[in-house]
């Protein structure tokens, strides 16, 4: 009897036993499955994600703007930065001025928004978006606003701290490097170098003061070598590692043709010092809905602080000396009385031969926006002219004649502002005389 007991205990027990492992199995695998379910559907719609972007993305490039993209029987919408009419106006500009090649760029300062990204190619006699998108362009003397904000960011100097030079500023000559003085030396702040993109003082400020590492930082916080944006298939801008000392001048000035940028890019360069040394990476996707209206993929701005505050601002005047009496002066003087009143413009220009497309490019990257005693971040613009042959139109022309636009049609704030400065007229108190 008692071996009896002693069986059926031992039988219980193995089946119990073996119950629970057969419930802790299928538990595990239960689990293992879900997981594999729930990371096959988020990799699914990752995927499926990428694919409307891609899409998306060739779309725009062949200049086409689709509201509703297909995927497996389902619509999904597409919502987009850029400003229609202002994007008419850009797109009219270049028809009718017509260089080989031309791209403009206008950005939000205030949100990091593409409100208009056009290209022209001249010989197809067609809109060429790419243009806009694509980092086969030197940067030319555009690149002087990362060295000034690598020499500024080390405390040592300011924008009116001056430097001597021989020769002619627009070459970059070895023996122009060295330190050397005689009766045809020349004396220049800093500030007056970047407004007539002065070369040999920013190459010998760049071996003196500069480090190739300290340089390629800098230039890394600017967005080179990086992704910029989210939804559209961005090129890195490049900048390479300096070999040599006078391969760090040639790069600290832009007299090369290594250091390549997208009209894009150049327009953020801007944006960045508009908005006090904050870089707002630039969306011109802004999410994407399904059939039922929900969002399946939102483009959120991404901020990153690049400068100081003391550097941005030192930055700023240089900037807008170059359009108050440097190399982009015609922008300040064409511009219309008010708006030159009421306006806060900086820039940067450059000018280099080569690239893809071949050619001179013209370039001007610049920022425009209300004076102090208003919130408003105002615009950035980027204006890449290619030519051949011969000139046709200059950058800052197509840059002014978008800044008169943007103020008067799209946010006329100028009207504001000077509503705001006018004084109040007083009414007269008639009086009768008795």
């Not at 809109?127 to 940067?139: K, R, Y």
């Not at 102090?372 to 000139?391: H, L, P, T």
Request: aromatic share 8%.
């Amino acid at each position: 009897m008692r071996h009896n007991i002693k069986s059926m205990d031992y039988k219980s027990i193995r089946n119990n036993i073996l119950t629970f492992l057969i419930f802790t199995g299928c538990l595990s695998l239960l689990k293992l499955t879900s997981a594999y379910v729930v990371k096959k559907t988020i990799s699914s719609n990752k995927d499926k994600i990428q694919i409307i972007k891609h899409r998306v993305n060739n779309r725009v490039i062949n200049n086409q703007w689709p509201k509703k993209i297909g995927f497996k029987d389902n619509d999904y919408s597409i919502s987009y930065t850029r400003d229609e009419k202002l994007d008419r106006y850009v797109q009219k500009l270049l028809k009718r001025y017509r260089s080989d090649y031309s791209s403009i760029i206008v950005i939000d300062n205030n949100t990091g928004n593409i409100l208009s990204a056009v290209g022209y190619d001249k010989s197809e006699r067609a809109m060429a978006n790419h243009l806009a998108f694509s980092t086969t362009h030197p940067s030319a003397s555009l690149f002087k606003i990362i060295t000034s904000a690598t020499l500024l960011g080390q405390g040592k100097i300011n924008n009116k701290t001056s430097f001597s030079y021989r020769g002619r500023g627009t070459t970059l000559y070895r023996y122009q490097l060295k330190r050397k003085r005689d009766r045809w030396t020349r004396i220049q702040t800093l500030e007056n170098a970047f407004a007539h993109s002065n070369n040999v003082i920013f190459g010998k400020a760049a071996i003196s003061r500069i480090t190739g590492p300290g340089i390629y930082q800098m230039a890394s916080k600017f967005g080179f070598n990086k992704r910029l944006m989210g939804g559209m298939n961005l090129s890195a801008s490049t900048f390479k590692m300096p070999t040599d000392q006078y391969h760090l001048a040639e790069l600290a000035t832009g007299f090369n043709k290594q250091t390549l940028i997208s009209p894009v890019h150049a327009a953020v360069l801007s944006s960045i010092v508009a908005n006090d040394g904050v870089l707002k990476n630039p969306r011109l996707i802004k999410d994407i809905h399904n059939e039922q209206g929900k969002a399946i993929w939102k483009n959120n701005t991404a901020t990153t602080q690049v400068l100081s505050g003391s550097v941005s601002a030192q930055l700023k005047k240089m900037m807008e000396l170059v359009v108050k009496k440097g190399t982009a002066r015609s922008v300040n003087r064409g511009l219309r009385r008010k708006m030159r009143k009421n306006l806060k413009i900086g820039g940067k220009t450059g000018s280099i031969t080569g690239g893809i497309p071949y050619g001179k490019r013209d370039w001007l990257t610049l920022f425009a926006m209300p004076k102090e005693g208003f919130e408003d971040k105002g615009i950035s613009i980027a204006v890449m002219n290619i030519n051949v042959k011969k000139w046709y139109v200059k950058s800052s022309f197509l840059a002014k004649k978008v800044i008169e636009y943007y103020f008067k049609e799209i946010k006329p704030m100028v009207k504001k502002l000077s509503r705001e400065n006018s004084p109040v007229k007083k009414t007269p108190i008639l009086t009768t005389v008795i």
